[in-house]
């Protein structure tokens, strides 16, 4: 019997990403801005489980295929059946059960905002992952919730977008009462296969919708007609203003949509009736958000909508909500494949303090531990090595600092700037980064 020790070769998990440190410290700094964003509009922080009831999750919307269930894998007993658990695949579900589980000690209109991670069987591909940060923020009102919220959310998102220096970006402003009021007043029966189709008209063409549209609805070619030219209609709120409404939901869609474009940041959104989202919980206004300046990639990196009736199926009571959420790792996905993110330092050590000798270690540990004290990020390098191999260290992390201690009791503290290769006495209680 061989004792050879078997070597397995690590491979990445297709649709599971994980990023370099040089590419992790930009996703911390980005996240870090939107957190702040977010809190200025007065959104709060919270964090729900990774896991939802399956019942719950399976019922909302066309993502029932693409969700992962949770099972020991030794189950015994009952846990031996179906499985009770899931990974959420969003994070309006969750937020609707903790709203209506923590009702009576929620403030209301209640805005909070959530970064966490949520989980799709999807196949991977550019920008579609199996496993990504959602960036959410949501407000859910008791009884009605004013449509200023809906003209809000593209707010703080286009100043948290622009805020990352990633280029131009477009929010696409939609409301699904409008397209729904139509297939009403077309007769036809099933909305719900009609809006899942007109939701591909980006991704599959016109065509391909209207052949869907006849094939798996039998609509004619009237009625077919009529869905295209007003997923056509694009532009600003003057745009609305030339479709004339066949019904009250129809006129209620075109009103609503018409006060958002009037009351978003001018340039930052136009009206585009061609969005329609295919989560059937969104009631009203949708959203979904381009990059301008990476036209290759047509898909949305940010998106949302009005849901009137998700949080209020868990109690008895209507819990209108609007939100919008940024993709956050399929963002990062995209523009990292084009180029467009600079990656940042590979270590958060801004100073690397030598080490002469073991016998000089508790002096040089002290010399480390004040600068820290003072706020700098410091390190002491692990072993008495030779001077080369502690610079060669500092240089391939990009550590930019390297701190020499005295090597005896009558030497002084000295600093070298490793950009610009100047060496100067330092210190340590009184030392500063020149800016």
């Not at 649709?15 to 590419?23: D, I, Q, S, Y």
């Not at 003057?238 to 129809?250: D, E, F, H, Y």
């Not at 009137?308 to 008895?316: P, V």
């Not at 072993?383 to 020499?404: C, D, H, R, S, T």
């Amino acid at each position: 019997m061989s004792d050879k020790k078997q070597i397995y070769k690590p491979r990445p998990i297709s649709g599971f990403p994980e990023w370099l440190p040089e590419f992790r410290a930009v996703e911390q700094r980005w996240m870090d801005h939107l957190r702040k964003v977010f809190e200025s509009y007065g959104y709060c922080s919270i964090e729900t489980p990774a896991v939802e009831e399956l019942d719950v999750l399976a019922a909302k919307g066309e993502v029932d295929k693409e969700i992962y269930v949770l099972q020991r894998l030794h189950a015994e007993g009952t846990e031996k059946g179906d499985a009770r658990l899931a990974l959420h695949f969003d994070q309006t579900v969750p937020l609707a059960r903790y709203v209506a589980q923590n009702f009576g000690s929620l403030a209301f209109p209640f805005k909070r905002y959530q970064m966490q991670k949520v989980w799709r069987g999807e196949r991977p591909q550019l920008g579609r992952l199996r496993e990504f940060y959602q960036c959410d923020i949501d407000v859910i009102g008791v009884d009605q919730l004013p449509l200023a919220f809906d003209a809000e959310m593209p707010s703080v998102i286009y100043e948290a977008l622009m805020g990352l220096n990633i280029g131009r970006v477009q929010i696409r402003i939609s409301n699904r009462k409008i397209l729904l009021g139509l297939v009403d007043a077309l007769g036809i029966t099933d909305p719900v296969t009609v809006t899942r189709i007109v939701d591909k008209i980006e991704k599959i063409g016109p065509q391909s919708v209207a052949d869907m549209l006849k094939k798996e609805v039998a609509m004619s070619g009237d009625a077919i007609d009529a869905v295209l030219q007003l997923a056509s209609v694009k532009g600003d709120a003057s745009a609305l203003s030339r479709i004339t409404p066949k019904n009250a939901a129809m006129e209620e869609g075109l009103s609503e949509l018409t006060f958002v474009m009037n009351a978003v940041p001018k340039g930052s959104a136009i009206a585009d009736l061609s969005i329609v989202r295919g989560l059937d919980y969104y009631t009203g206004t949708v959203y979904e958000t381009a990059l301008l300046d990476i036209p290759e990639f047509t898909g949305s990196v940010c998106s949302g909508g009005r849901y009137d009736d998700l949080a209020g199926s868990y109690i008895n009571r209507h819990l209108p909500g609007v939100g919008i959420s940024i993709g956050f790792t399929r963002l990062f996905d995209v523009l990292t494949h084009y180029g467009h993110i600079k990656p940042g330092p590979k270590t958060p050590t801004q100073i690397l303090v030598v080490l002469p000798s073991e016998e000089r270690r508790p002096h040089a540990a002290e010399t480390a531990s004040t600068l820290r004290k003072r706020g700098f990020n410091v390190e002491l390098y692990h072993a008495p090595q030779n001077m080369k191999k502690q610079m060669e260290y500092a240089n391939k992390k990009g550590i930019p600092l390297v701190w020499f201690p005295p090597f005896d009791d009558a030497g002084k503290h000295e600093v070298k700037d490793m950009t610009t290769g100047a060496q100067s006495p330092a210190d340590p209680a009184s030392f500063t980064i020149q800016s």
